[in-house]
């Protein structure tokens, strides 16, 4: 299946399994002998205390050494830790390069999850000053673990990774699909995604193109995206953020090609970039992507960064001259773009007319793994469709489990006086909602065992309110509340 060369031919690709697994160069084996500590700060930078823990020579030493903390190491020791494979085909594919009398690493072949090894290119923070070439292969970062977290992990018979790079994503994909299709623009990322998957024994169709291009007419259950989302003036000077297009045009793009990419029930999940401009409603903008295209739409958005911070922080992830920091911030002012929104756009072809949009500002409540939120959140607004007006007030509720009431105050002479009341949802997204008295109350009886109706009733001849006027004004509120999993209808 997978129709793009590997770094190693395929009896290459099991002599180097061989080797990292005789060694235990595996993310257990790694922990196991230097530590979760050392292992954490070596992948931020601070790799002595990795170091010390991998002196001695030995097979996973030289590996550590050699993949983790970018030493140059003798070559003897090196050809020991990669056999069966000989140094020189590590050589001939790119794996190892010589320096300074020895042989360091010239890609990063990190151990990742069980039992899978991800290969991309060494670092820019490795290589300090030393400028990113274009179609540099990224690693797995930041933002690869937060769209591999927010994922909806449910088996599915075909899934589809949009810009693979490294071929993290399609790892995860692997692990409840069926069939796995992964693409990129760039001939240098596929090679790499094929030795990822080689490595990791696994089988995917890779294929080369623009977008959504090399898969038109084919559609997926599940699309995920990790696209190159850097707002800026278009031009590619690094394949792994800049799309090509200007602005935040490429997450408007994929946007317009999900209703075609997408099986009925298909979900597409991406990470986004989006500019806030001068005057206009990020939300109305983002909104605008998904108008017409009858997908369900829930777009979080998760960080908002000023163009100063957003410039500064890309120039250097690429090792790239801060003077280009000028034109960069030129163009943000020319385009009136007076921030740059971070987030994660879900999409749902679900067949209706009146499809469900909804774009949040989450930033104080998003917790890194949101795959099972999102499945929940689409399941509730799959609920809210099916049932009408008396079917939702025959219904039982029950208050989300570990909700709390948090109440602000102020003193006055004569005792407190109570100016907010917020229900706060535990975990998850921790929504909060404020309330007023009379939501709280309902709220406060949702014990699974009484009606909506009947809830209403009791509520209604307590505060003097006509009961229909009631229903009428509490039927959204409920809504809301379920759709946030404030609430829980229960089936009986
Ligand atoms: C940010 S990297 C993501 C890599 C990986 N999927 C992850 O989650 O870490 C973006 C990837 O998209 C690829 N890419 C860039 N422009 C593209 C385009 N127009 N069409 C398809 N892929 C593209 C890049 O080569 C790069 O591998």
Redesign the pocket.
């Given at each position: 299946m997978t129709r793009h060369q590997a770094l190693l031919p395929p009896a290459g690709i099991d002599q180097l399994r061989e080797a990292l697994t005789a060694a235990g160069y595996t993310s257990a084996g790694i922990v196991a002998r230097i530590g979760a500590p050392a292992r954490a700060a070596a992948a931020r930078g601070a790799g002595g205390a990795a170091l010390r823990a991998a002196s001695g020579g030995d097979p996973l030493g030289t590996l550590i050494r050699l993949f983790i903390c970018g030493q140059t190491e003798p070559e003897e020791a090196v050809a020991a830790a990669l056999a069966p494979l000989p140094v020189a085909d590590a050589l001939a594919a790119g794996l190892v390069e010589p320096h300074l009398g020895g042989l360091r690493q010239a890609v990063d072949l990190e151990a990742y999850g069980e039992d899978w090894w991800v290969v991309s290119d060494v670092t820019a923070a490795a290589r300090p000053g030393q400028p990113l070439r274009p179609d540099h292969?990224?690693g797995?970062?930041g933002?690869?673990t937060t769209?591999a977290g927010a994922t909806i992990r449910r088996p599915v018979s075909s899934a589809l990774?949009?810009?693979?790079?490294?071929g993290?994503?399609a790892l995860h994909l692997s692990t409840h699909a069926a069939r796995v299709t992964a693409?990129?623009?760039?001939p240098r990322?596929l090679r790499f995604a094929a030795t990822t998957a080689a490595l990791s024994g696994q089988r995917w169709e890779l294929v080369a193109g623009?977008?959504a291009r090399p898969v038109a007419g084919r559609r997926f259950d599940l699309v995920v995206s990790?696209?190159?989302f850097v707002v800026g003036e278009g031009p590619v000077r690094y394949?792994?953020?800049d799309?090509?297009r200007a602005g935040d045009a490429v997450a408007a793009e994929l946007a317009a090609a999900a209703p075609d990419l997408l099986t009925e029930g298909g979900v597409m999940q991406y990470l986004a970039n989006w500019a806030h401009v001068t005057g206009e409603d990020w939300g109305d903008r983002v909104a605008g992507w998904v108008a017409g295209t009858g997908l369900d739409a829930w777009v979080i958005q998760r960080e908002v960064a000023d163009p100063v911070t957003y410039v500064n922080m890309w120039l250097s992830d690429a090792n790239e001259p801060g003077e280009r920091a000028a034109a960069w911030l030129d163009w943000f002012d020319a385009n009136k773009i007076e921030a740059v929104g971070f987030g994660l756009v879900t999409l749902r072809r679900s067949g209706h007319d009146d499809p469900v949009v909804r774009i949040e500002d989450l930033r104080q409540h998003v917790q890194p793994s949101l795959g099972e939120q999102v499945a929940a959140w689409f399941d509730r607004q799959d609920w809210l469709r099916r049932v009408d007006r008396e079917q939702m007030l025959a219904a039982r509720y029950r208050a989300a489990d570990g909700l709390r009431l948090q109440q602000e105050a102020t003193r006055s002479p004569e005792g407190w006086v109570v100016d907010r009341q917020v229900l706060a949802m535990p975990d998850g997204l921790r929504w909060v909602e404020e309330v007023d008295q009379l939501t709280l109350a309902l709220v406060g009886g949702c014990d699974g065992r009484v009606r909506l109706r009947e809830q209403l009733a009791v509520l209604a001849a307590a505060h003097g309110v006509p009961e229909a006027e009631l229903a009428e004004a509490a039927i959204p509120v409920v809504a809301h509340l379920v759709e946030r999993g404030i609430l829980v209808p229960c089936e009986r």
């Amino acid at each position: 299946m997978t129709r793009h060369q590997a770094l190693l031919p395929p009896a290459g690709i099991d002599q180097l399994r061989e080797a990292l697994t005789a060694a235990g160069y595996t993310s257990a084996g790694i922990v196991a002998r230097i530590g979760a500590p050392a292992r954490a700060a070596a992948a931020r930078g601070a790799g002595g205390a990795a170091l010390r823990a991998a002196s001695g020579g030995d097979p996973l030493g030289t590996l550590i050494r050699l993949f983790i903390c970018g030493q140059t190491e003798p070559e003897e020791a090196v050809a020991a830790a990669l056999a069966p494979l000989p140094v020189a085909d590590a050589l001939a594919a790119g794996l190892v390069e010589p320096h300074l009398g020895g042989l360091r690493q010239a890609v990063d072949l990190e151990a990742y999850g069980e039992d899978w090894w991800v290969v991309s290119d060494v670092t820019a923070a490795a290589r300090p000053g030393q400028p990113l070439r274009p179609d540099h292969v990224l690693g797995v970062g930041g933002a690869s673990t937060t769209l591999a977290g927010a994922t909806i992990r449910r088996p599915v018979s075909s899934a589809l990774d949009l810009g693979t790079g490294c071929g993290v994503q399609a790892l995860h994909l692997s692990t409840h699909a069926a069939r796995v299709t992964a693409t990129d623009v760039s001939p240098r990322a596929l090679r790499f995604a094929a030795t990822t998957a080689a490595l990791s024994g696994q089988r995917w169709e890779l294929v080369a193109g623009d977008l959504a291009r090399p898969v038109a007419g084919r559609r997926f259950d599940l699309v995920v995206s990790n696209p190159p989302f850097v707002v800026g003036e278009g031009p590619v000077r690094y394949a792994y953020r800049d799309s090509g297009r200007a602005g935040d045009a490429v997450a408007a793009e994929l946007a317009a090609a999900a209703p075609d990419l997408l099986t009925e029930g298909g979900v597409m999940q991406y990470l986004a970039n989006w500019a806030h401009v001068t005057g206009e409603d990020w939300g109305d903008r983002v909104a605008g992507w998904v108008a017409g295209t009858g997908l369900d739409a829930w777009v979080i958005q998760r960080e908002v960064a000023d163009p100063v911070t957003y410039v500064n922080m890309w120039l250097s992830d690429a090792n790239e001259p801060g003077e280009r920091a000028a034109a960069w911030l030129d163009w943000f002012d020319a385009n009136k773009i007076e921030a740059v929104g971070f987030g994660l756009v879900t999409l749902r072809r679900s067949g209706h007319d009146d499809p469900v949009v909804r774009i949040e500002d989450l930033r104080q409540h998003v917790q890194p793994s949101l795959g099972e939120q999102v499945a929940a959140w689409f399941d509730r607004q799959d609920w809210l469709r099916r049932v009408d007006r008396e079917q939702m007030l025959a219904a039982r509720y029950r208050a989300a489990d570990g909700l709390r009431l948090q109440q602000e105050a102020t003193r006055s002479p004569e005792g407190w006086v109570v100016d907010r009341q917020v229900l706060a949802m535990p975990d998850g997204l921790r929504w909060v909602e404020e309330v007023d008295q009379l939501t709280l109350a309902l709220v406060g009886g949702c014990d699974g065992r009484v009606r909506l109706r009947e809830q209403l009733a009791v509520l209604a001849a307590a505060h003097g309110v006509p009961e229909a006027e009631l229903a009428e004004a509490a039927i959204p509120v409920v809504a809301h509340l379920v759709e946030r999993g404030i609430l829980v209808p229960c089936e009986r």
